[in-house]
């Protein structure tokens, strides 16, 4: 059985996480979700696994979690765990932790998986020490560019540890000496292969698909579209506040069923990344590659890992923070509907051929955990 220790469940921003383990679960792996909280977003997440779900206690009363507690804290090796604990955490959340350990025990984990080096890192590193069985993360961006002071151990000790992009191999390997392994996130092209949607009238629509983040861009991005000189419509598909609506842009999540259709009404995809004034930054965002995978060329900027996936070739590259060329690679896209179907069909393909598919990142995981 495997653990997945995660901070959020459900969560609408998570899918990637969520589409890997239904991918484990699809090909005969016995999964469970240890969630730490959850958020109010989540009520949208239609992908969640449909996993069994363990949610520790929020109290330290009781015997259900006295007892395990109790039992946990005979072992010499839990002892040092709660000691690592508390130096991060109050004794009832350490307590949380442990309880998990013992849970996990009983239901016959062999291994724990967490996505971010963060709270859920920390967690599963412990619950698989208390256990005697390996512990892996994913790291991503946040959890890299922002890190806790426990990233070093985090890094040093994950079995395997795995980046999203060789950027951030590079970057894990300059600042902690740790050699990670690079497992792409992915989507199924399958999902992306409605037609498009032809235009009543001749606009140019343009979607992104993000949460409403200073790395994201989205912002510059509204200003952008306001200032074209010419018909526009702007789809923000996200948690962007409702002040951004306007005649020009539109704003609201929606599911992740849902997606695929409004990327095939829009003719654009647009993510001007940037890096942001706390260090944050993206790695490379699924609705990229989601936005490939519907024949969509997109319009984002070469920082971190993007340029891993998106080049001239599937899109427009601009440089971050730049209104000015973020306006011309609109203006770019606006002007040729054959450029962007060329541009939009090679973006498909590299989807597959360069291994940004769920069923990639599986195969890549599973070699990277070696036997589970």
Known sequence: MILYVLRYFPTLSETFVYREINELVRRGFDVRIAAIGE??????????PTVPVLRPPAGLGG???????????ARPIARREWAWLRQRYPPKVAARVLWLA????RLGVV?????????AAEWGRCIAAILGVPYGVTVHAVDLFRPRDSLPRI???????IAVAHHHRQVIADRYGALA???????????????????????LRVVCVARYAAKKGVDALVRAVEELPMDVALRLIGDAPARLASDRTTVGALPPSQVPGALARADVFALPCRIAEDGDRDGIPVALMEAMAAGLPVITTDISGIGELVDEQVGWLVPPDDPQALTVALLQAAASEAERVRRGRAGRERISAR??????QVDGLLAAWGSV
């Open 102 to 105: 013992m849970e996990a025990e």
């Open 355 to 360: 291994g940004f598919t769920v069923a990639a």
């Open 155 to 161: 890094v040093a000790e994950a079995r395997p540890l």
């Open 111 to 119: 291994r724990v998986h967490a996505h971010f080096a963060g709270e």
């Open 181 to 203: 392994e690079v497992v792409r996130c992915g989507v199924d092209p399958s999902r992306y292969l409605a037609p498009r949607v032809q235009r009543s009238k001749p606009v």
């Open 63 to 73: 015997t259900k979690v006295v007892g395990p507690l109790a039992r946990a804290l």
């Open 39 to 48: 958020r109010s977003d989540g009520v949208l997440q239609d992908e969640a």
